[in-house]
């Protein structure tokens, strides 16, 4: 196989396929071309594995297949088949699902509804919970909301919603009645405080999953109107470290990827503007030059556009660097992509996002990619399967943190011993072990000397 961009498709045509995480895979190539898909793979976070190994996706340039696990790729078919696939890879979620007692629960889910969001759902109503899902109009994969309601969950989410119609929607599954919101981007408990405060008050708390979602409930608290305890389960490291920069850098950049090629163009060798160098930002930026694209980073925040210098990537003026470019607003702030930004862009394409990243009328004159919203969930099926995986065990952890501390209304930070549990199990279903801390001397904890001077000069 001699066509250069053999590796790039094959690596997109698996994540398309199965929806499954690159890095930290291990994987094998052969055929023609084989040492560009491995330096790909690596690049990308894989882990070469000449032996067979649990979870190994084997790539065959010659043959043009890939096998999983040593077998064909499966079909993943039809909403319940997508569902049960995502399952299969969301052992940490069901470790952490195990204990938990949610009998009689009331516990709503309101998040992007696609196969991992299922999963959740179901892993809630197998510990004993009453579940109800919501998700807004944009983020519905009515297939899956069609294979939850199959199963009697009760279901809110409709793509052909809009304005009052939406409005009125989430209005009655609130109303309906919760002791437990598990929400992505806040908005429903915002909506709570503003439409009926009276809703909240037999409200156990909230898990909020976002960054996006816990900024304004932190003004909200310092304000003083915060009625109810949240959660911050993007604050744990095991889901702002994978979820932001590894699961939304695959599952944007790939899926920016995919749309160019319909239209003809080619992502290698784009110049390339990321806005925002959180974590977001880093995954982008470095899926973007893993795939070949000429990438610059441009951020308000001195400290990170220093750190986006010492990765590689050229800083400067989004306004100097975003001529000819493909735009991808990471900062999850409206307005972000300004009508000077997008006048000189070429595409423009929102990671992770907000409603209103594309400031109104800018979009005008540019390719905007997945209508200008998160375009891994507009143009794709969200995050990679392992990597909400890791979110949802952050979920489910915090909901037994929740129950058992029944804090006062507030944001609370879950305890260091969470993102541990988390880990250590997703090491464990990995087969990786690691060694173990090195215990502290008791005696020597209170000593103030300098061990290098210790015992006085010689």
């Not at 994540?15 to 052969?30: E, K, Y």
């Not at 696939?85 to 009689?104: C, H, I, K, N």
């Not at 889910?109 to 197998?126: G, H, Q």
């Not at 000429?294 to 990537?313: K, N, Q, S, Y």
Request: aromatic fraction near 4%; charged fraction near 25%.
């Amino acid at each position: 196989m001699t066509d250069p961009r053999a590796p790039e498709r094959i690596v997109r045509r698996f994540a398309r396929a199965s929806n499954l995480m690159l890095a930290g895979r291990p994987f094998a190539v052969r055929g023609v071309g084989a040492s560009g898909l491995h330096d790909l793979l690596v690049r990308l976070g894989g882990i070469p594995s000449p032996e067979p190994t649990p979870g190994r996706v084997e790539f065959d340039l010659d043959a043009d297949t890939i096998a999983l696990d040593g077998r064909p790729l499966p079909e993943r078919g039809d909403a319940a088949g997508r569902i049960s696939f995502a399952r299969t890879y969301m052992p940490v979620s069901a470790a952490m699902a195990e204990r938990l007692d949610l009998t009689g629960l009331r516990v709503g889910v309101a998040m992007v509804l696609e196969p991992k969001t299922a999963v959740l759902s179901l892993l809630l109503r197998e510990r004993g919970a009453e579940v109800s899902v919501y998700a807004h109009p944009d983020e519905t994969d009515p297939a899956v909301a069609g294979a939850l309601r199959a199963r009697g969950f009760a279901v809110t989410a409709d793509p052909a919603l809009s304005g009052a119609e939406e409005l009125a929607a989430a209005r009655a599954f609130l109303r309906a009645g919760l002791d437990v919101l598990l929400d992505d981007g806040a908005h429903l408990i915002r909506l709570a405080h503003d439409d009926d405060p009276s809703l909240i008050a037999g409200w156990i708390g909230a898990c909020e999953e976002t960054t996006s979602g816990l900024t304004p409930l932190r003004r909200m608290q310092d304000a003083g109107v915060l009625r109810t305890a949240v959660m911050a389960v993007n604050d744990a490291r095991t889901k702002t470290m994978f979820d932001n920069r590894y699961g939304t850098g695959q599952s944007c950049v790939f899926a920016i990827a995919d749309l160019l090629e319909e239209r003809g163009i080619a992502l290698a060798d784009q110049p390339a503007l990321v806005l925002g160098y959180g974590p977001v930002g880093r995954g982008v930026a470095a899926h973007l030059r893993a795939l070949g694209a000429d990438v610059r980073v441009a951020e308000t925040d001195p400290v990170r556009a220093l750190e986006a210098r010492h990765d590689g990537f050229s800083t400067g003026p989004a306004r100097e660097l975003s001529a000819g470019a493909l735009v991808v607003s990471a900062t999850g702030v409206p307005g972000t992509v300004s009508a000077d930004i997008a006048a000189t862009a070429r595409v423009i394409a929102v990671a992770g996002g907000v409603p209103g990243e594309i400031e109104t009328g800018a979009e005008n004159g540019a390719l905007v990619l997945g209508g200008g919203g998160a375009v891994n969930i507009t143009a794709a099926e969200g995050n990679p399967i392992e990597i909400m995986d890791l979110s949802f065990a952050v979920q489910l952890a915090a909901l037994g943190e929740l129950l058992r501390r029944r804090p006062a209304p507030g944001v609370h930070a879950l305890g260091a011993e969470v993102d541990d549990l988390v880990a250590r199990e997703a090491l464990r279903v990995r087969g990786a072990d690691i060694d173990a801390p090195r215990p502290l001397d008791p005696e020597g904890l209170d000593d103030w000397r300098s061990p290098r001077y210790a015992g006085g000069a010689r």
